[in-house]
């Protein structure tokens, strides 16, 4: 039992005023590095960023030397699944989730942990087993435990739960029924695959209630996810634009962004018709190009390494599709069109046997490995284009940004939440350098990346058992 | 290899004029039976109905005595698959379209007799392989060969043929891919699943092609087959309102009717949004109830016999859903509010393997078994409310209303097309006299049924073989 | 954790010499009940068993009155398989092997307990995961938890693991590899699938290795047990018989019993040629009849309620072949021929979620229950025909003798281990009384019964999780 | 309906005697060849064979002049499935059968006739519907039909039909129950898989009875087909040995070779053990080595081309496993062994669509493809380390010998029938030149090739239907 105390423990104790000196600071918006620059942090926020000899260390402060260091912002991923989602569309999710039933809570915060030990310091969930979810983030949020900072969307509203047909229907034939509704029904929180057969005055309470458990953010299936998983050369709207419009209308009503699931150019027109503000994997379009009049509004984009790519083309994987034909057409279109573009990984924490069967198990190159999908993802997107300068910024003030957080994090500016990691190399020389993490402060303080994950349950080498 | 000659010889030699005298006639417009009735027919036509002491029988010709008869309409049946559609979506397909490939059109021509002899003079097809539909429908007409009159959509805009998810994947994974992929581009006719894919100005042009190839009405599927196949809780669109409004346009400014495909109340109602003019199968909503402002509009209905219905419920049968739980209070509340209703099936002629698989060889009660399922459908309408003349009206003239055609077909009426079935037994009694056909007039002309079908290959006895 | 020390906390501490008196005891070995019986017992065996008035109660001895009970011998189950076996051949068994992996002796334990809850002393397990259940017999033969006593066979020598074919291949296709594959060998302990393609020569120092472990019999497919599971009738003889003598020998060299899993009458055969003990569900025959001259040395029978028969028979269950049709035929047979019959019956501990699954959480009908599995079997063979009294040496005595454990235990005998259940009814009167227990006493220890099972973990509710 | 009438129109007349002279003639029976041969043909057999100048035209004689051509004897193909049976375990076998129910012996004639006319005028089928297979052979050696001679064994005792678990269960998934329970009935033709359940003294009269319907060989299936099929690595024995020697007993008693279908050693064992004449597929042994002391008395082998096989493995085609790993080992030991090996190809017609599902429409090294297999054959066999001479022999005299036949065919010998191939090129040279048929004769008379097959139904281009 994980007592709900607060962790402190984890962090080393800090003076209210701490300056760190003498580092090469990368702010996260995109300009030029800050040679020698000098980061004033104050009761957990930045309070003044800028070259050692226009600021001043402010007496008492606890002095950092960071000479010879980069220093960015702390990453933010815009989409990540903290239960891995990219796993339960294929093998390995039966015993994942049998496995961990009851302790859900706990894999999410272990996913959140080894985001934070490698500097990801915030992440967007996108899809996730809504109730488990919000319980972490907030023993998180409420310092009970550490981890990335979380906000959830929960359920993708419209889709069914892991032994659906739109995650792993085969499994359900071989599990328990009873097992299989349950987690069903963890999963899609009210609101699953029946949304689909209602008209919009009825789903508008549906939503409503579903506003009500607190969820961060509204993620809407605008296309199916059941013919993208299962190969066919098509894709479903899920939603009549009646529906879509009563979904907009009370995300944005609750003050909440709006993000889209889409696999299809009609998807993305509808997605954008009803004003979504994060379109996830805008360039998956089932193999068709994105037209010319949808490419500027376009804004979410999963990316992966060609060294990835040729390897799943090699071996005629599924996931080829991911980036593969077409696909990696739109990422060059939308890259081009200079749509903001932010990092989103789907990555989760993986089963070591799932690794196995793959024989990627601590493949850095992995896109959906947590820990370093975020690193993996840069390379990927400078290899389609973008200038490290601008992975940086794609890694944490874009997402910041398009989620309407840009006020509190994302950047190393005066105000914001003083989140930052100190890199050994140069990132801006080889963006790969974003994995050579030699600190990372979360709000301020120092995480104790050595402790990180507390108690490994999905990370931790199979069998280990009490 | 049937020569393409004329068949007059399966009909009887006629006299340019004939009047049939002392029947009792239904004209299928919903009105009173007219006792001792006299119909003139003039050049294929009806060109005079009416009592016989108003109605004179004009010199020189040919008296018919149809004194104790009773006389009805050609049945119009609005919903048939002259390839058997339903048996498609459950085992059989593969052998059907395997055995029969290379004369599917003379499969189509023997299902379009079936009807013929028992009295269904026009047909509606709203699901088939494209090309050999209208080929049969053009021998037909032209008199080749014998057989209801076809009107046909050929596919479904937006559905895969037979071996993909929408009818009977399991079948592709077991059979040869080249013939696999052969079927289903014979019936997609360009016109399936990727259109999807497609942005509304890109469907605009598929749909003129698709037109062009001669189709009698276009039908769309608003709303997935895929997941009412599967039996999943959810229904899909299948199109955005962009691209359903462009193949309306389409449809109509050919001078078509337009037809949908639905299986939920949003998908009703888009449906009902873009003017079309025939719902099939408007009842079925994925057990969902059709809300009250919708149900003025509705136009088509299956039904089954409340016995059939009683005994697939009782087998736990995948078809128990066609009719029953919510499906059935629709039906209901379409038929109280006074909506049009047309007779429509689903029918076609059934492999004698497969209704052996059912033991419903010679079932009357099978409500897909061209020859027999207009009466079961009669049946089970008039369960539900109807009296037998609206059923009859709903068998004959308001099918052809629905698609347009009432000023050619569906009514002894002077002006419209002699069709007419001569009954032993008053249907008005009892519904199922309309199964004791005595004798059927096309055209004017009496059909031989003595003769049809002409050279059986599926009704035939397997494994008759050359 | 489980600490590995002595429980002796569960027993309530015992003086060397206990008199039970006033019994009415029924000795297992099929005689008439003593009436108004002594029981002595000294250093954990039966030191006198005899009426009150000639069995002298030892001076100092701890008197227990048992005026109004009854008592039976500790019950010996002959078929058991403490991990579920029933239920792995169903859904279930990937989340059960999910759950529990590495703690899999600790499930084990937990039926063990289960089962010593209701009477039952002695359990024969003769398939299940070969490492951990001989780990669980060693734990409660230390004493270092409390338990029916074990003997076990593992692997059946040439079967495939839960994952492969003969268990649940379907299964393996929804699962990683990894996990499977792991699971597998755990079960397979070297004498897997592969055994079937090797000639007797290279068998040979495969079941001497097998030995080497530790086994306390050997248990052979004679037939396969992939067809049965999948419905096919047919069997498959797994080993020739110049294999299955090599396996046979090998065991008797080692002074084991041979138990033999069979499905068919050429199987039963040959079990028979080779000197087979225990003759495991004997009759099981897929379906064909015992042959006459077979019966006279048939020893193992798995039976039923007539009344959980019948719903097999009604839901159309693959279990209903267990007891019906010929395989009753054949119980009567055998029990009419008199030849020695033993308790047997399947059972585990089934996980909620699949008792759930089956509307049978708490039927005291499921055969395979363990707790109440006992009582069902004597329930449903004394239907067929035994009389109680019989049934209850079935259940005790006979087990022993089938093992060659009899001089050890399953009777009331000056000699044998003191195991024995004291009932509140008369069994003799309703064989069901066996499931009126009172006390149970193993090796002269009253077992505390409130505190088992220890620690549930599949039989607890689900999910509870630390 | 194809009328039962002698078919001598496709024969060229022929006066009584007919001396070919010049040739080059290999004999068939291992041996030098001979130059400037003479062979005369007397009432369908050889008379006289020998160099010109010591064999003198009989007087009369009708004379071919065959300078610069070669002359071998008719093939002889050991092991066919004239319907094509490697088909039937994949795809395209659902079609193969509804396609052609009804005519399936047009079916086997066909393929009799595509064999015939690449030169094999005798074939051993060694499994295939009993009742077809018998007609079209009588049809053959009635001349109703022209074709390679046929000695059919029918179906292999003990295995199921196409839509069984031994061939292709899938299939019966998606079928319909009636059509595959009629197709597998005629396949099994009484000796299907319940004889696995059914003790000696029972499947005695069973064989008797099969006997009786004139099949020319008994094939017993000693181990199972399923397992193989699955992939799974194991295999099992589908009889005892008391089963096994009684269908030995019968079969020989009968006068007929006992053929065995074996996938392991101990299969091969065992079929050595009864007797067996023919040992289909020998180095098929699931992967494990033949042990020393059976090569010895081994006799049938499959093989592939190493071009071929390597295509096999690059593709990870389950067929791999026919020539690979351990098996080509086997193959290379029996070859050094001495062993009497004949050409067995388990060749067939196989549908257009299935070679163009593999690429393979028209491919010379495909195995199992008549008209081309057993040219591939003999280059395979080369490879492996014949010489061409024993190639030769191998494909012609070693047959007919395995079966009894060597009185009759399989060598140009004086007596025997007058079975010859006239080639173009020297195959001593280059095995490959058994491709270059320049004319075949059978029982004396010239095969008209260009008429053969005549009248396509499976190597027709698919869908040419009337």
Redesign the interface.
Known sequence: ?VAVTRWFVYFAPMPTTTAFVHATVIDGLGGPPLRDGTIVVEEQRFSAVGTGDRTPVPPGAHVIDLRGRYVVPGFVNGNVHLLDGIMMMG??G???L??H???LTQVIEESAQVALKAGVTTVFDTWNATGPVLAARDRIAAGAVPGARVFAAGNIVGF?GPF??DF?L??S???????AG?MNRLFEAGVG??L????AREVRPVIRDYLARGVDMVKVGVT?H??GI?G????????????LRVIAEETHAAGLPLLSHTM???GL??ALDIGTNVLIHASI????PI?HELVGCTAGLQTVTSGYQGRLEASDSFWAMYGGGVHAANEKLILEAGVPVMLGTDAGCT?R??L??AGEDGDPERPWTLGTDHVAWARGITEKGMTPTEAIAASTSAVARAYGKQEELGSIMAGRRADLVVLRDDPLEDVAALGTVVDVYQDGRRVDRDALPLRPLVTAP?????
């Open positions: 039992m093998v390995g039966v015993e994942y049998a496995r039933e009851g302790r069914g659906g047909a792993h085969a499994a034939r071989v599990i328990s029924p009873t097992f349950r695959p029946h689909s057969l209602l008209p199916d059941l013919t299962w066919f050369e098509r894709s479903y709207l899920m939603f009549s634009e009646r529906v299809s150019v009609e027109r509808s379009t089932s193999q068709r037209p089963p046997d799932v196995a069967d199979t069998p280990a058992r009490p």
